[in-house]
């Protein structure tokens, strides 16, 4: 019998952390909520903790209720991550500002269930020098990594030839690249087979999630970039490929649900009974179709896979622009189009800045936040 182990869950109002508490309502015996923290949703965090009463609730810009004891602000992260009675990790902190307590928890001995990929994208080798340090291990959330990981399980790492990430193609896979220009926020937050947050929908539709997914595999599976490619799926029901040296592929596959890579984010190498998703069925799912992605026409995945090969402050500053402009498009202040040149603006002038310490990797973040906010027409 294992004992229950303590889970600080950061971001638990969105839609991973909704989805995190439903694996650990279905597995109470194995991992209780030791601490919670929201960004700013203090309705659905005050009724979270009503369910589950945390010894820790933090909210980043919200105001707690009168008397509740939560703590306030962006520290309630870091302090969340390095709960004493946290043996996990769930980071689900949208954007860059789930660096800090990625780079905290791995410091502490955690074992951190990275949803967060911002994390990677940003300051790569700071973390995974980080997760050596304190011997701290990472693991991934994201189906896509789930997946590479499950197949790798017991596997030489030496034996890997080629990684193959699937994407769904997101709401424009077929539209024509002019009318994918002028598409609008209502369209674009139209995902086929995924529910999630607005910043990673939008994400998907221009594939720069999938640029974040391949420079996250590049360092969590320690693979250079000339072998991770990118293959569109539009049902969503194989997660990712391994080639290995041989010329075997193994698959992971599964109904598009975070529920599975959430609870063997929780659970890797072991397996539980009973995930509570749907049993997959292949004659269910019929046909499944492979294309190859549209460069022209997603400029934003090949800019950001060429910062990934670029290295230092280009991924933070791909991330960090990216972020800016998505959230511009969702203020209607560029159009779907500009998204990804703002992104290549960004980068032709800040890429060759230096990006080898946390220190320059956050100004580079910093500095591509400025460059994108300020060409903004007011
Ligand atoms: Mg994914």
Request: glycine letters at 10%; hydrophobic letters at 45%; aromatic letters at 6%.
């Given at each position: 019998m294992t004992a229950s182990q303590g889970v600080a869950l950061l971001g638990s109002t969105g839609s991973i952390g909704t989805s995190t508490l439903r694996v650990l309502e279905r597995h109470r015996d194995r991992f209780h909520p030791v601490a919670l923290t929201a960004n700013g949703n203090v309705t659905a965090l005050a009724t979270q903790v009503a369910a589950w009463s945390p010894s820790y609730v933090g909210v980043v810009s919200g105001t707690p209720p009168a008397g509740s004891g939560w703590r306030a602000g962006v520290e309630c992260l870091i302090e969340a991550a390095t709960h004493?009675?946290?043996?996990i990790v769930l980071n689900a902190v949208v954007?860059?500002?789930?660096l800090q307590a990625t780079l905290a928890a791995l410091a502490a001995g955690k074992r951190v269930a990275l949803a967060n990929k911002e994390t990677l994208v940003v300051a790569g080798p700071v973390v995974m020098a980080a997760a050596t340090a304190g011997h701290g291990t990472l693991v991934p959330v994201d189906s896509e990594h789930s997946a590479i990981l499950q197949c790798l399980a017991g596997r030489n790492p030496g034996d890997i030839r080629r990684l193959v990430i699937t994407a769904s193609g997101g709401p424009f896979r077929t539209w024509p690249a002019e009318r994918i220009a002028h598409a609008t926020v209502a369209d674009a937050l139209n995902h086929p087979t995924w529910r999630m947050g607005s910043k990673i929908t939008i994400d998907s539709a221009t594939l720069a999630n999938k640029a974040l997914e391949v420079i996250e595999a590049h360092y969590l599976f320690g693979v250079p970039y000339d072998r991770i490619d990118v293959v569109v799926h539009p049902?969503?029901?194989?997660?990712s490929f391994v080639e290995f040296t041989d010329g075997s592929v193994l698959a992971q596959l599964g109904v598009p649900s975070m529920e599975l890579p959430i609870l063997y984010a929780l659970t890797h190498p072991e397996r539980l009974p009973d995930s509570g998703v749907p049993r997959f069925d292949p004659i269910t799912a019929g046909s499944l179709a492979f294309e190859p992605v549209r460069h022209d026409a997603f400029p934003a995945l090949g800019l950001g896979i060429a910062a990934g090969r670029t290295g230092g402050a280009a991924p933070a500053v791909f991330n960090a622009a990216n972020e800016e402009a998505v959230a511009a498009f969702l203020a209607g202040r560029l159009t779907f189009g500009q998204v990804a040149e703002r992104i290549a603006d960004a980068l032709e002038d800040?890429?060759?800045?230096?990006?080898?310490t946390l220190e320059e990797l956050l100004d580079a973040d910093a500095a591509a936040r400025h460059h994108v906010q300020s060409r903004l027409s007011c």
């Amino acid at each position: 019998m294992t004992a229950s182990q303590g889970v600080a869950l950061l971001g638990s109002t969105g839609s991973i952390g909704t989805s995190t508490l439903r694996v650990l309502e279905r597995h109470r015996d194995r991992f209780h909520p030791v601490a919670l923290t929201a960004n700013g949703n203090v309705t659905a965090l005050a009724t979270q903790v009503a369910a589950w009463s945390p010894s820790y609730v933090g909210v980043v810009s919200g105001t707690p209720p009168a008397g509740s004891g939560w703590r306030a602000g962006v520290e309630c992260l870091i302090e969340a991550a390095t709960h004493p009675d946290a043996q996990i990790v769930l980071n689900a902190v949208v954007g860059a500002a789930g660096l800090q307590a990625t780079l905290a928890a791995l410091a502490a001995g955690k074992r951190v269930a990275l949803a967060n990929k911002e994390t990677l994208v940003v300051a790569g080798p700071v973390v995974m020098a980080a997760a050596t340090a304190g011997h701290g291990t990472l693991v991934p959330v994201d189906s896509e990594h789930s997946a590479i990981l499950q197949c790798l399980a017991g596997r030489n790492p030496g034996d890997i030839r080629r990684l193959v990430i699937t994407a769904s193609g997101g709401p424009f896979r077929t539209w024509p690249a002019e009318r994918i220009a002028h598409a609008t926020v209502a369209d674009a937050l139209n995902h086929p087979t995924w529910r999630m947050g607005s910043k990673i929908t939008i994400d998907s539709a221009t594939l720069a999630n999938k640029a974040l997914e391949v420079i996250e595999a590049h360092y969590l599976f320690g693979v250079p970039y000339d072998r991770i490619d990118v293959v569109v799926h539009p049902q969503s029901i194989v997660h990712s490929f391994v080639e290995f040296t041989d010329g075997s592929v193994l698959a992971q596959l599964g109904v598009p649900s975070m529920e599975l890579p959430i609870l063997y984010a929780l659970t890797h190498p072991e397996r539980l009974p009973d995930s509570g998703v749907p049993r997959f069925d292949p004659i269910t799912a019929g046909s499944l179709a492979f294309e190859p992605v549209r460069h022209d026409a997603f400029p934003a995945l090949g800019l950001g896979i060429a910062a990934g090969r670029t290295g230092g402050a280009a991924p933070a500053v791909f991330n960090a622009a990216n972020e800016e402009a998505v959230a511009a498009f969702l203020a209607g202040r560029l159009t779907f189009g500009q998204v990804a040149e703002r992104i290549a603006d960004a980068l032709e002038d800040l890429a060759g800045r230096p990006g080898s310490t946390l220190e320059e990797l956050l100004d580079a973040d910093a500095a591509a936040r400025h460059h994108v906010q300020s060409r903004l027409s007011c």
